[in-house]
């Protein structure tokens, strides 16, 4: 019986002969666009490729020019955007390799935290199995910040079309 699957679904299938179907992963195309992605040296180059691979696919559009700053621990670095209600996002970030822990989070217009990044390495995706979405319009900004190492890093927001 495959994990997760109703008893009664997993032994219809078998009784009827039907090979059942092997679903998606978690996530489905919005984590399989960047499972084989490898950051090189250029945060510029490596933010607007992991961009490619996974805003195009999955409907999104960039929303602005990719950024770029120096991070460090002691003090994020903040990139605004305006936001109409009810539009869902994606946030990718990259960092040189001399910044092993990059870390992204997305406040509101009333400083309310809504998405961050979950793992720890220097190239986050927010959120990484899908967009997030904001019901209230206004500013919204991406902290980003370096938890372990400091250098260059790149940030790229997409939007769902």
């Given amino acids: 019986m495959r994990r997760g699957s109703p008893p009664d679904v997993a032994a219809a299938s078998q009784a009827s002969g039907v090979k059942p179907v092997k679903p998606e992963p978690v996530g489905g195309k ?5 499972a084989q992605f490898q950051p090189r040296t250029r945060p510029e180059l490596d933010v607007r490729r992991l961009g490619q691979l996974c805003g195009p696919p ?8 990719t950024q770029s700053e ?3 621990a ?28 990059l870390d992204v989070e997305i406040f509101g ?4 935290r809504f998405a961050f990044d979950t793992t720890d390495d220097r190239w986050p995706v927010v959120n ?6 904001l019901v209230r319009e206004g500013e ?7 938890q372990r190492g400091s250098g260059r890093y790149a940030i790229e927001i997409w939007r769902l079309e």
């Fill in 109 to 112: 217009p009333q400083g309310k």
């Fill in 70 to 72: 120096v991070a460090e």
């Fill in 74 to 101: 002691a003090q994020g670095r903040e990139h605004r955007w305006r936001v109409r209600g009810g539009e869902c996002f994606r946030v990718f970030a990259v960092a040189e390799p001399g910044v092993s822990d």
């Fill in 30 to 34: 919005w984590l399989s666009c960047y």
């Fill in 140 to 146: 919204y900004r991406a902290v980003v910040r370096a």
């Fill in 128 to 133: 990484p199995d899908g967009p997030f979405c």
């Fill in 58 to 65: 999955n409907g999104m559009r960039r929303v602005a020019a």
